[in-house]
Structure formats: C-alpha cells, structure tokens
C-alpha cells in the first residue's frame, strides 16, 4: 500500500515541477490525472483498513464455527454410544453371601425432571421422587431428555 501512495506522492511532485501555463488544457488533464490519483489512493487505502477489520471478523466467526464444530462432533461419538434399550445400573453386594445382584434403572421424574433410581419398570408403576418428594409416574433416561454436561475451561 505504501508504494502506491509513494507513487502517487512522486508523480504529483513531477507535476508541481514541470507546471507552466495553469490555463492550457494540457496542465488542467495532468492536474485532473493527479488529483483522481490522490483520491484512489486514499480509497484504496481506507478500502484496505476496512477489508484487514473484515478478516479479523471473519477469523473470529470461523473460531467460533469450529468450537460449535468441536460440540457437535462430540455429540456425534456420544449418539454412537446410543443407550441400549435395557440401561441398567447393577449394584453388586460384597457380603459373604451371594444375593442376586439388584438391578436399577435411572429415570427422570415427571414433575421436577431430576434423575434417580428405581428397581422396576419405568411408567408400569408410580414412585415417589427423591428430590421434590411427589408420587410421580417416572420417564425412562435417553438420549433425548438427558442434558449432557460439558468439560470446564480450566
């Protein structure tokens, strides 16, 4: 950019130079030429300011569109890791004695949306919440009704 302001900056100092007859057509075109020139290049020079603030703007929505990428991409490897239509959480006992290992299912309360345990069939039976304490039907836990927390910048 600095060299076309230094071109311009010379052909106008050849201009003032050679200057003669203010009045002949021949000095009114070069001054017309000249002044058009200085005024391209203070176009071209606000054009570019203008267009490195457009890059920097850019940059930044591609920045932002690669995290949202990043996001979605991890949603993808969990949907992969779909929940199997038993998700059961077993508990097994280390007592002396072998019990039959008790099997709980998460599920998500109707009222309050909090998730607990129980250790039948979700919404065969009515069971009472854990958190807000309401005798509720419960919801199976899935995919589609279970936020999915996200690791903390450190």
Same mark, same amino acid.
């Given at each position: 950019?600095?060299?076309?302001?230094?071109?311009?900056?010379?052909?106008? $100092?050849?201009?003032e130079a050679m200057k003669k007859d203010e009045k002949s057509p !021949?000095? =009114?075109l070069?001054? $017309?030429v000249i002044s058009l020139l200085?005024?391209?290049?203070?176009?071209? !020079?606000? =054009?570019?300011d203008l267009l490195g603030e457009l890059n920097d703007y850019v940059e930044s929505i591609d920045d932002d569109l690669s995290q949202m990428e990043g996001m979605h991409d991890m949603d993808d490897d969990f949907?992969?890791?779909?929940y199997p239509d038993e998700?059961?959480?077993?508990v097994i006992n280390n007592d002396d004695e072998p019990e039959p290992a008790q099997v709980l299912i998460p599920v998500r309360c109707a009222e309050c949306f909090n998730v607990f345990l129980i250790d039948g069939e979700p919404g065969k039976e009515k069971y009472v919440c854990p958190t807000c304490g309401k005798t509720v039907?419960?919801?199976?836990?899935?995919?589609?009704?279970?936020?999915?927390?996200?690791?903390?910048e450190e």
């Open positions: 950019m600095e060299s076309i302001r230094k071109k311009a900056g010379y052909l106008e $100092g050849l201009f !021949e000095t =009114m070069q001054q $017309g200085s005024e391209l290049t203070e176009r071209v !020079e606000a =054009m570019d949907d992969m890791m779909a998700d059961i959480l077993r039907k419960t919801i199976r836990v899935d995919r589609k009704n279970t936020p999915i927390g996200k690791k903390a």
